[in-house]
């Protein structure tokens, strides 16, 4: 490749970046629904229609930023069964680290809603795709750390499967926090602070998934 190729790549890159920045700041401000092409144009001080010359539509837009959701939670799990040794503890801190993920980037959880409500064919190649794959291997590492519990005896080995098990678990946690987020003023008026809320959901996926007789 050519310098000038090199370099022109190289501003196309950065140029999208910047794009995709001003797109995602704009998420966190306005929310998904408000935001308009035009504002993310005039946010990265660019024409509307360059924009389009990088990103298709707005819903190209959302999925590359969805791009970038999927990827960090998909990290922030893996990161989370590092630090543990028993699949049942593992599974229990990649719930939690779902909820701080949650509440430190409440633009990326919407996402996640979105995402999970969105059934289509995609394009691997696509930043939908790219999603998908991501979210593939997320509930992958949720599938091996249960498949650890029941190989160290921490979780019930007749909990059945663990692509079930881990895709209702990523049901009901995702559920958990949606209602955290959404209802906090109601669960106070009923005495119930959302710690507390949240120690006792992650307390019943141990009740549900713990081994009665751990192996020695």
Known sequence: MSYIAERRGEEKERRRAEILDAAEALYVEKGWDALTVDQVARSARLSRALVYVYFRDKDELLFAIGERAM????????????????GLDKVEAIGRAYMTY???????FDFCTRFQAHSVAVDPGSHEGACRAAGDETI?????????????GSIRPDIGEP???????WAFTHGIIQLAMAKGTDLARFGVAIPEFSNYAFGLIRTVAQATTPKN
């Open 140 to 152: 992958g590492v949720v599938v091996r750390a249960i498949e650890a519990g029941i190989d160290d």
């Open 163 to 169: 692509i079930l098990l881990a895709t209702s678990l």
């Open 102 to 108: 949650a509440y430190e980037f409440p633009h990326y």
């Open 71 to 86: 990827t960090l939670v998909r990290d922030r799990f893996a990161a989370a069964v590092a630090e543990h040794q028993l």
